[in-house]
């Protein structure tokens, strides 16, 4: 089945940059996705990389995979007190019937 | 409709009470989740929708809990004996579901459960 794992917390200090990881175990996955949630809002998308690419780059954010690995990581450069969020990793499979499977989510805390 | 809409945004019972939470979701979108997130936690997945069958109902925590979708539309979580426990933010989302290669999940505000 599907597993998709991470660390709960992280704490970075203004203006350095954060690495968030995530595990999954799916082999046929599709699409890897980041979504954030800020204080007292929903889940938003926030980037996604296609299985057969190793690395995103989009402004601040690098999405890197290592599909051999299983694992994806989010690094967001010049980390700002407004990225403090919590961080879902999701994989979308496509094994059957197409279904995106959530981590449990990194809390990102950044320190002024 | 234009997002993932939930009814009722804030919901505070008694304990023991059944609640009925609504999730309407995207307008042509046949995936349909259901997850529960305390407070400060992470997403905890409850249950997933293919169209009107749930093929994935493993994460629900007991009997007390169920769900149903019905025209590939609306679902509703229903919530039996509520126990302070239940107190959660339950959020729905909807994707396309279907091999359309990337199929991005939108998420409903939320619904807040407060047993008391």
């Known amino acids: 089945g599907e597993d998709v794992e991470q660390s709960l917390f992280l704490s970075v200090r203004e203006g350095d940059s954060s690495v968030i990881n995530c595990t999954y175990t799916?082999?046929?996955?599709?699409?890897l996705y980041w979504y954030k949630q800020e204080p007292g809002a929903g889940l938003q998308l926030l980037t996604y990389?296609?299985?057969?690419?190793d690395m995103k780059q989009d402004q601040r954010l690098t999405v890197l995979l290592n599909k051999k690995d299983k694992h994806l990581s989010l690094r967001i450069a010049d980390t700002q007190t407004g990225d403090s969020a919590i961080y879902f990793c999701?994989?979308?499979?496509?094994?059957?019937?197409?279904?995106?499977?959530f981590g449990t989510g990194t809390k990102l805390q950044v320190i002024p | 409709g234009a997002g993932v809409s939930q009814s009722p945004s804030n919901k505070v019972t008694e304990k023991g009470k059944d609640v009925e939470l609504r999730c309407d979701p995207i307008?042509?979108?046949?995936?349909l989740y259901w997850y529960r997130q305390r407070l400060g936690q992470g997403l905890e997945f409850l249950i997933y929708?293919?169209?009107?069958?749930?093929?994935?109902k493993s994460g629900l925590p007991s009997d007390r809990f169920s769900a149903e979708r019905t025209g590939e539309s609306v679902s509703t979580l229903t919530i039996q004996r509520t126990q302070q426990e239940d107190s959660a933010v339950y959020l729905c989302?909807?994707?396309?579901?279907?091999?359309?290669?990337?199929?991005?999940?939108?998420f409903g505000q939320g619904t807040r459960l407060t047993v008391v």
């Open positions: 989302a909807s994707s396309l579901g279907q091999d359309l290669g990337n199929t991005e999940a939108f």
């Open positions: 799916d082999s046929s996955s599709t699409y």
């Open positions: 990389i296609f299985s057969n690419m």
């Open positions: 999701a994989e979308l499979n496509s094994g059957g019937y197409q279904k995106v499977t």
């Open positions: 307008s042509g979108h046949t995936a």
């Open positions: 929708f293919q169209g009107n069958s749930a093929p994935d």
